[in-house]
């Protein structure tokens, strides 16, 4: 299976991952990846790596390094390049695309009817779907723009966001025992680890919950819990599909971070969303929380701190809430 809490922390680029698997392929590599948080781990730490005697240049494989490659990279790999090859996307050494880039536009070619039929500026489009990078994250990075663009076959973005933004993206799965729904896109980018474990994903839009009233009453029947970034918005995103399903006689569970020491202050890059210090609990329905959501909240608040919801592998965050 393939592990979603590794991608999160190794931060590797398509040339890291190319260099790693000519070590399983071959034994050794001659390409240039030391100082890398992560390599120096597999070096130093786990000893599956270990530069040449002799010539500091060559890494060699060494006798564990097979069987870990197989479990937490070699599946990548593979899914990496078949998607590349498919896609006729350039992947060569040179090409540094960081690992959750390649994530996302996987994600972008599974979903790319919808992306197209709800096309909005590049700027929304790079915040939405490239969360936390920024909206100018395409401006920088024209290797990814134009990836982007080969892939929806568009030449450009349109000028204005459409009057009525509706995205709905699922992570089906054969026999699933349950749903979680997601306030970001991220965890549906790598839907492995749900599919394995019989969950499945839903994303509708993070503000435009009405797509919900269009979801039919038998996808509802399954335990449906709620996955969100712990601030203001995230939060008050819950309540309003927490209304939305009582109308339709079913509810959600929050879930809560299994880490909740792991906060950023609110003013963080590219984060907008704010506590409000003049109403109690920042003006959240209250009925909506337990005791133990009311701790954290207020907490948080009185901090100025928020969790992302990526700060925590699905499975950890699931495992966490006994579900």
């Known amino acids: 299976m393939m592990?979603?809490?590794?991608?999160?922390?190794?931060?590797?680029?398509?040339?890291?991952?190319?260099?790693?698997?000519?070590?399983?392929?071959k034994g050794k590599t001659r390409s240039k990846i030391r100082g890398h948080q992560y390599i120096d781990y597999l070096i130093h730490r786990k000893k599956f790596i270990k530069p040449q005697t002799g010539n500091l240049n060559v890494?060699?494989?060494?006798?564990?390094?097979?069987?870990?490659?197989?479990?937490?990279?070699?599946?990548?790999?593979?899914?990496?390049?078949s998607f590349f090859e498919h896609q006729q996307i350039e992947h060569d050494a040179r090409r540094p695309y960081p690992e959750d880039d390649i994530l996302t536009l996987m994600f972008i070619a599974k979903n790319n009817e919808t992306l197209k039929s709800e096309l909005t500026t590049q700027r929304t489009f790079s915040t939405k779907i490239f969360k936390g990078k920024g909206s100018k994250y395409l401006e920088k990075q024209e290797s990814v723009r134009k990836a982007v663009c080969k892939i929806l076959d568009i030449r450009d973005f349109p000028e204005k966001d459409p009057k009525n933004l509706q995205w709905r993206f699922v992570v089906d799965c054969l026999n699933p025992y349950c749903v979680v729904l997601?306030?970001?896109?991220?965890?549906?980018?790598d839907p492995w680890p749900a599919k394995a474990n019989n969950i499945e994903l839903w994303y509708v839009g993070?503000?435009?919950?009405?797509?919900?009233?269009?979801?039919?009453?038998?996808?509802?029947r399954l335990p449906i819990y709620y996955s969100c970034d712990w601030d203001y918005h995230g939060l008050k995103i819950y309540s309003d599909i927490k209304a939305i399903l009582h109308k339709k006689k079913t509810d959600i569970s929050l879930l809560m971070p299994p880490n909740?020491?792991?906060?950023?202050?609110?003013?963080?890059?590219?984060?907008?969303?704010?506590?409000?210090?003049?109403?109690?609990?920042?003006?959240?329905?209250?009925?909506?929380?337990?005791?133990?959501?009311?701790?954290?909240?207020?907490?948080?608040?009185?901090?100025?701190q928020w969790i992302e919801e990526e700060a925590s592998g699905l499975l950890e965050i699931l495992t966490k809430n006994n579900v």
């Open 3 to 25: 592990n979603k809490d590794h991608i999160h922390n190794r931060k590797l680029t398509w040339r890291h991952i190319k260099a790693l698997n000519e070590l399983y392929m």
């Open 59 to 81: 890494l060699e494989a060494q006798k564990d390094y097979a069987s870990f490659f197989e479990d937490h990279l070699l599946p990548y790999f593979q899914q990496y390049l």
């Open 182 to 189: 997601c306030e970001n896109v991220n965890f549906l980018k």
């Open 206 to 220: 993070g503000n435009n919950t009405r797509i919900i009233n269009d979801i039919p009453d038998e996808k509802l």
């Open 260 to 304: 909740t020491t792991d906060r950023l202050p609110v003013d963080s890059p590219d984060h907008n969303s704010f506590w409000n210090h003049k109403k109690p609990l920042s003006g959240l329905e209250t009925s909506d929380f337990k005791p133990e959501h009311f701790q954290l909240i207020e907490e948080l608040i009185s901090k100025d």
